[in-house]
């Protein structure tokens, strides 16, 4: 195995002390990355090793555009952004919108960066092993920040907009059990009677759960009159 291979798997597994003695061995493994474009530190998040990521940023890596937006680290965004504008709107290797990313890793500062900036509340991900057809508010909502569930619903995201699978952000937070995002999409126009693929509605799915305080909010709502 290479080191660069054997850095990424050890970052997967969240084997701290193996990265540590790669790092001190090869400084040059905190950039290590794999061919599909997969970054030990970008993996570090994915698999929520924390520890591992402060190993790497110790390390001083390079960060990409992306990369800064899971970080939550703004001002490389805007180190960025002052040269290449066009990276608000741009796909990452995997797919993703630092859009996509600032929300499900929940930063606030990131998303309203982003908004400012006229990022596409309706752009979808693009990689068919990772959440396809997901919007930033599907992202949101899996990442279960109800702040930055308000902020992309206040810009205009679609409150019904459907991923792979034909889940909703309703479908989302009824699985996740989120009253307080549940609420938030009810007050945004969510409909309760879309159907997932499978035929799931949300309340099907918080039955299905036992997440009994959403399967309440989601019996008992009064759709808005729109007039």
Known sequence: MSPTQD????????????????????????????????????????????????????????????????????????????????????????????????????????????????????????????????????SAVAGGEPRIVALLLNAGADANARQQGGFTPLHGAATAGNEEIIKLLLRHGAKLHLRADGGQTAEAIAKERGNAASLALLRHHEPQDPT
């Open 7 to 138: 850095m990424l798997d050890a970052v997967k597994k969240g084997d701290a002390e193996r990265v540590g003695r790669l790092i001190a061995l090869n400084g040059a493994l905190v950039n290590a990355r794999d061919d599909t474009g997969d970054s030990a530190l970008l993996l570090s998040l994915y698999y929520r090793q924390a520890k591992i990521t402060r190993m790497i940023l110790a390390g001083a890596p390079r960060i990409n555009f992306y990369e800064a937006a899971a970080l939550g680290d703004i001002k490389r965004m805007w180190d960025l952004l002052r040269h290449y504008p066009e990276l608000v709107t741009a796909y990452s290797h995997d797919g993703f919108t630092a859009l996509h990313l600032g929300a499900f890793f929940r930063h606030a500062d990131v998303v309203e960066l982003l908004l400012e900036h006229h990022a596409d509340i309706h752009a979808v991900a693009k990689k068919e092993s990772s959440a396809p057809g997901a919007t930033p508010l599907n």
